[in-house]
């Protein structure tokens, strides 16, 4: 139909799903997300162990998006592969995201994700901003060239990775040519959170957030143009890959955007976080609304072909 989507052969109703970390964390949220007009739903990233996270307050929303330091909390990975071999991938399909906090935690979580022999799609978190003295992977290119070789020859099928933004051509000429190192990366999502900015509410003359000083990824409008660039950027440099857009999406515009900019589907993190699962009716009617009145007929007539000057 008008809005079908696919990624590693798997056939979407439509290119909308969660963004991992948002109304994801137990099993009634992903329930009500299975349930919900998105053509997909993926698991907050875990860990080997249950994490309690960060203190709180440790998210805020504000006028433009929202800030995070919620720090993996998570039920740990058993948790969430119980709930992917129960999930009904007839309904609709499944990610299940990993963010060990080593590369021995990585492998033997994706390791039983392999041989549960369940069509989960796994999306390997090489991003998180916020566990404190935890350095981000991909910012690390060695460490994340280590990691995707192991990982790689561990899990041997298919997997797609969480990337933080970049911001200069050579990170991102950098980054790709790692990632096409191993053609197991089936997918590239981008981005993560802008890591480690600082809202300040004025009334109190204080930081919004306990965590770190106040410091914590940023989503939403703010992210928007740069989320845009990244997926953009690896979907230029990783022609044998597919590219899944996250940030700054809150209407049908923005899911255009992605969709043009190279995506195959597009995650939704603080506009579902503001709203409900309801949101993700209103973001198919609006982007099928977009397309008519643009005359696409599929998603594939449109994706990747921005134009440029
Ligand atoms: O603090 C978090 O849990 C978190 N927060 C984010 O904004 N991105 C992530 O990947 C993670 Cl893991």
Do not use: W
């Not at 990783?238 to 923005?254: A, F, M, T, W």
Request: glycine share 8%; with cysteine; net charge neutral.
């Amino acid at each position: 139909s008008l809005l079908s989507a696919s990624l590693l052969g798997i056939k979407f109703a439509n290119p909308l799903l969660n963004a991992s970390g948002v109304h994801c964390r137990y099993t009634d949220e992903l329930d009500a997300l299975a349930a919900s007009a998105a053509g997909s739903l993926i698991t907050k990233s875990c860990t080997l162990l249950e994490r309690e996270g960060n203190p709180e307050p440790r998210y805020a929303a504000t006028a433009l998006g929202s800030i995070n330091s919620m720090g993996l909390p998570n039920q740990g990975y058993a948790y969430y592969l119980d709930y992917a071999r129960r999930h009904n991938y007839a309904t609709k399909p499944l990610f299940f995201s990993v963010a060990g906090l080593s590369l021995e935690d990585n492998l033997t979580m994706m390791a039983a994700v392999r041989d549960a022999y369940i069509p989960a799609i796994v999306e390997l978190n090489l991003s998180c901003p916020n566990v404190p003295g935890k350095p981000q992977i991909a910012y690390d290119f060695e460490a994340m060239d280590r990691m995707l070789a192991a990982v790689s020859a561990e899990y041997a099928l298919p997997f797609g990775v969480k990337m933080p933004p970049y911001f200069d051509i050579a990170h991102f000429d950098a980054a790709a040519a790692i990632l096409n190192k191993y053609p197991l990366v089936a997918f590239v999502t981008c981005i993560n959170s802008i890591g480690n900015a600082l809202v300040i509410d004025i009334e109190n003359e204080s930081v919004v957030i306990k965590p770190k000083d106040g410091f914590g990824g940023i989503g939403g409008d703010y992210v928007l143009p740069t989320a845009l660039a990244n997926v953009n950027a690896f979907y230029r440099r990783c022609p044998d890959k597919q590219v899944i857009g996250c940030g700054g999406v809150r209407s049908g515009e923005q899911v255009f955007m992605h969709l043009l900019a190279g995506a195959s589907l597009v995650q939704v993190g603080t506009a579902l976080h503001e709203d409900s699962p309801r949101i993700f009716a209103r973001l198919n009617r609006e982007l099928s609304a977009i397309m008519e009145r643009k005359g696409y007929r599929s998603i594939e007539a449109l994706r990747g072909k921005l134009k440029t000057l």
